[in-house]
């Protein structure tokens, strides 16, 4: 998913592993594991946060600061 002003790119991999990435410069900005295998990023309007779904119902949530992506706020599972 790209973010909204286009700077950043979120990736979900196989490994569980969600991670943001600086798209002028081509360096990773950060990486989380989650639960499961994301199978969908989106970064909020605002670009200030961004969600991962995983393909077991698995939930990731990312928050940035003023230093960047780094917070996770909360992993668990859906389950209704």
Request: a negative charge; hydrophobic letters at 40%.
């Amino acid at each position: 998913a790209f973010a909204p002003d286009g700077t950043r790119l979120a990736t979900g991999g196989a490994d569980k592993t969600v991670r943001v990435w600086d798209l002028a410069g081509g360096r990773q900005l950060a990486e989380w594991d989650g639960p499961d295998e994301p199978a969908a990023v989106a970064f909020a309007p605002d670009g200030q946060s961004l969600a991962a779904g995983g393909l077991k119902g698995g939930v990731l949530h990312g928050a940035t600061d003023e230093i960047g992506f780094h917070a996770v706020e909360h992993r668990h599972y859906v389950t209704d």
